[in-house]
């Protein structure tokens, strides 16, 4: 009788260390394969945004991000094939057009493959399509990486001192845009 209490006894500790061990494990992969986002990244509240320089679509001019400092800037990571990003454009491009006279400015960081030609094709005639008035600057990856954006739509809204003040992941409303661009503008 001793000998199946004690055989009981060991399989139970056996399978609390396997246990613990498989939990371990997992947990081991689980922050192995996973980045860490959000606000500690190098868009946190209060850092200086990365500077970047892409060329604006459909031109030759350039947009550089350290000249727009003294103006609140709004940054709109996108793609053609996000539907939630293509519904954002005409709300960001009617605050563009009500704001732009008070300094604000909005600039979409496309993230579709510019060695796509049919691709670039359907980007200008959304663009046209929509009369968007605030520029669009075509980025693979490299603004993406400075960043850290992974997931689109994100928005990252930069203040005159060319410090962050805020980021979102995801669709917002133009009620919501409106609300934080106001504050955006008032900033000093």
């Not at 986002?37 to 001019?61: E, T, Y």
Request: with cysteine.
């Amino acid at each position: 009788m001793t000998n199946g209490a004690g055989a009981t006894k060991r399989n139970w500790k056996s399978m609390a260390v396997g246990g613990a061990l498989l939990a371990l494990a997992a947990t081991f992969l689980y922050l192995s394969f996973t980045e860490e986002k959000g606000p500690r990244g190098l868009h946190a509240p209060g850092s200086v945004a990365p500077n970047f320089d892409l060329r604006i679509f459909g031109g030759r001019d350039r947009f550089v991000l350290e000249k727009m400092r003294g103006k609140p800037v709004v940054l709109n990571f996108w793609a053609l094939y996000c539907p939630p990003c293509r519904r954002e454009m005409p709300d960001l491009d009617a605050l563009y057009r009500e704001f732009k006279d008070r300094g604000l400015q909005i600039i979409g960081v496309n993230t579709d493959d510019p060695r796509d030609r049919t691709r670039l094709a359907r980007m200008k005639a959304f663009i046209e399509e929509r009369k968007l008035s605030f520029p669009i600057v075509v980025d693979y990856f490299h603004a993406m990486r400075l960043y850290r954006v992974d997931r689109i739509p994100y928005t990252i809204l930069i203040d005159r001192q060319g410090r962050v003040v805020v980021d979102f992941e995801g669709p917002r409303s133009r009620r919501f845009f409106r609300k934080h661009f106001e504050k955006l503008i008032g900033s000093n």
